[in-house]
């Protein structure tokens, strides 16, 4: 009885976090030092920021699998896959809504003219996060080497399936580093496998019947899990993958209605994954109101669902494996690429918005904003939504 109040409670927590947890992966993980380490003490403050770290290397959406990975600690499995619905699930809400009043104002003829400064509100958002991202995950010559390496390839090759390639080599890279690594006590690897073989099933599963029905709603599971997979670094990261895929690849949506998605995203607490809830939506909009829900349900699950697999495998053995400094020293390259990533996409989303000297004002008026001010998000995006009815 005692452990059910307790589960209870923590569940009640994270339920708070989900409505209140504003900025993106660096502020969630302050909000999560103030409530589930000092108030109730789940954890030490070494234990997060190590799971934290741990998620930092894992593909997938970083605060997301944090949480996920206490839930796994403080009560096993059934308790973590309740943390992640409850973590996710008022973003995702907040998103499929916006998702289907898109679709009515598109089907309806209604311009959306109104969202017009919010596409370069958004670019600035972005461009903010990679000075950022950079400043916090670079440090060294050849990081920033792999970084602008990264930036470049981005930008140039443009192609979704490319992405993790770019990842894994900055990895491979800075993993001959390794000597700089001090030398750690190695114990013998116990690897429970389950979760891994599940991730790769439905991984094979899912790509093998999106080739055999060709059906949209699958392949949207598809695609999404493929993302999942193998997406280091947060939301920021997605968004060059995602513009790249489904505004210039295959269509779904324009770029308008992509960056005043993720403008909102940006103004909501919770995951910022939760932008891919909008994207299979909008996707969908042909399908009715029924099957514009289920897409964004269904994109929702697809990319937060290959993350919690995989913290729930290398949760096991994380303490023996991060012992090893070949695996230490890649950290280097995957994060330095990663951020390169996120530059690239600050230039990639640029490129449909009008180059006049107020969307120029509005960019740097942004970054301006978030570097030297303590105006949150929100407020920026809302800002940005009365100008354009104005």
């Not at 959406?61 to 600690?73: D, N, R």
């Not at 895929?245 to 909501?268: P, W």
């Not at 994109?299 to 669902?305: C, P, S």
């Not at 009008?354 to 105006?375: E, M, Q, R």
Request: positive net charge.
């Amino acid at each position: 009885m005692i452990r059910k109040v307790r589960y209870y409670i923590f569940l009640r927590d994270i339920m708070t976090l989900s409505v209140t947890a504003f900025g993106g992966p660096q502020a969630h993980l302050a909000m999560f030092l103030n409530i589930l380490v000092e108030k109730r003490g789940y954890l030490t403050e070494k234990e997060l920021l190590e799971l934290n770290a741990l998620c930092q290397i894992l593909p997938g959406p970083t605060s997301t699998q944090t949480i996920t990975a206490l839930g796994f600690k403080v009560g096993g499995p059934n308790l973590a896959y309740l943390t992640l619905l409850v973590w996710m699930m008022p973003a995702v809400t907040v998103m499929i809504a916006a998702g289907l009043v898109i679709n009515l104002l598109n089907n309806q003829n209604v311009s959306l003219d109104f969202l017009r400064y919010i596409q370069p509100v958004a670019v600035g958002i972005v461009g903010y996060s990679a000075y950022q991202i950079s400043t916090k995950v670079v440090s060294t010559k050849l990081g920033y080497f792999l970084m602008i390496l990264g930036a470049f390839a981005a930008y140039y090759l443009r192609s979704p399936f490319l992405f993790p390639i770019i990842i894994i080599m900055g990895g491979t890279i800075s993993a001959f580093k390794f000597k700089n690594q001090p030398v750690e006590e190695k114990s013998r690897l116990i690897i429970n496998w389950s979760n891994f073989i599940l991730w790769a099933s439905v991984f094979i599963f899912a790509a093998i019947l999106g080739g055999i029905t060709d059906l949209k709603l699958v392949l949207l599971f598809e695609n999404f899990y493929r993302n999942g997979s193998l997406i280091f670094g947060g939301g920021q990261v997605l968004v060059p993958y995602l513009y790249t895929e489904f505004v210039e690849f295959k269509d779904y949506l324009s770029g308008e209605v992509f960056m005043s998605g993720y403008a909102l995203s940006q103004a909501i607490p919770g995951p910022t994954f939760s932008f891919t809830a909008y994207i299979g939506t909008v996707s969908l909009q042909h399908m009715g109101y029924a099957g514009q829900i289920l897409g964004g349900l269904i994109t929702a699950i697809g990319i937060f669902l290959p993350g919690t697999f995989l913290i729930f495998f290398v949760i096991r053995f994380w303490e023996q494996l991060k012992k090893y400094r070949v695996i230490r020293a890649s950290l280097e390259g995957v994060q330095a690429v990663s951020a390169g990533l996120v530059i690239a996409a600050t230039f990639i989303l640029f490129e449909p918005i009008d180059a006049g000297l107020i969307n120029y004002g509005i960019i740097l008026g942004t970054v301006a904003s978030l570097l030297f001010t303590k105006i949150p998000t929100p407020v920026l995006f809302l800002c940005a939504l009365l100008a354009g009815f104005l």
